[in-house]
């Protein structure tokens, strides 16, 4: 398995612009987090998925803000409109069952302008 | 929600010395991961722990869990420039539902 992959990398926008983040977990994983990284706030849970089923999406921001996973080898954040208060690095994790570890990807990294 | 908290929140120190970070939890884990994190980069599983006492080492790092499973250490000897970074601890409890919750980070820098 080539791990988790998110998409892009690397994403410039302006403010207002609609944004989206996409992830691909590892295959056979039942469990798919969406976090924020900022130097300010450390890494924060925004939402996480459990058999595709959001679980707890108390730590998305806003309702500019929303998350989707529509099938079990995909998911998107979506920030629309974004501000420059949402530049951060976005990291999607996903995790198997309980007593192996999660497995991150390399994360998206957001500039708002 | 269970809750970890890392101490400290930042370490400076010189090439050569040996350093230790804690992450302690409100409630017994079930699993304890240590990750680190290059700046700008992902994050990198380091070591799992699970039972009460255990204790992982993976070259200059070692890694323990009090008997009581609710603390863990991470300490390191004679430190590197290599092991700069962020640390984190992590934890999963399935009698709180299927969620990997996250230590506060502990930010490294090593002098050379």
């Known amino acids: 398995d080539a791990g988790v992959i998110q998409s892009p990398r690397h994403e410039v926008t302006e403010m207002g612009q609609e944004v989206t983040l996409r992830c691909k977990p590892i295959?056979?994983?039942?469990?798919l987090f969406w976090y924020r990284q900022t130097m300010m706030r450390g890494l924060e849970l925004l939402i996480y998925?459990?058999?595709?089923?959001?679980?707890?999406d108390s730590g998305m921001p806003e309702d500019r803000f929303s998350a989707k996973m529509p099938n079990a080898s995909f998911s998107t954040l979506k920030i629309q409109p974004s501000e420059p208060r949402d530049s951060a690095v976005y990291f999607c994790?996903?995790?198997?069952?309980?007593?192996?570890?999660?497995?991150f990807g390399q994360g998206t990294r957001l500039t708002v302008v | 929600s269970q809750e970890l908290e890392q101490s400290p929140q930042s370490l400076i120190v010189q090439e050569g010395k040996n350093l230790t970070i804690n992450c302690t939890s409100s409630?017994?884990?079930?699993?304890l991961y240590w990750y680190k994190q290059k700046y700008g980069e992902g994050l990198i599983f380091l070591m799992m722990?699970?039972?009460?006492?255990e204790e992982k080492s993976h070259e200059k790092i070692t890694a323990k869990l009090d008997e009581k499973k609710q603390q863990s250490s991470l300490h390191i000897t004679a430190s590197q420039p290599s092991h700069a970074g962020i640390y984190l601890c992590?934890?999963?409890?399935?009698?709180?539902?299927?969620?990997?919750?996250f230590g506060t980070g502990t930010s490294l820098t090593v002098i050379p």
């Open positions: 998925f459990n058999n595709n089923v959001p679980i707890d």
């Open positions: 994790a996903s995790w198997g069952p309980p007593g192996t570890e999660a497995f």
């Open positions: 409630k017994t884990l079930y699993g």
């Open positions: 992590g934890a999963d409890n399935p009698n709180t539902g299927n969620q990997f919750y």
């Open positions: 295959s056979g994983h039942n469990s």
């Open positions: 722990l699970q039972k009460g006492g």
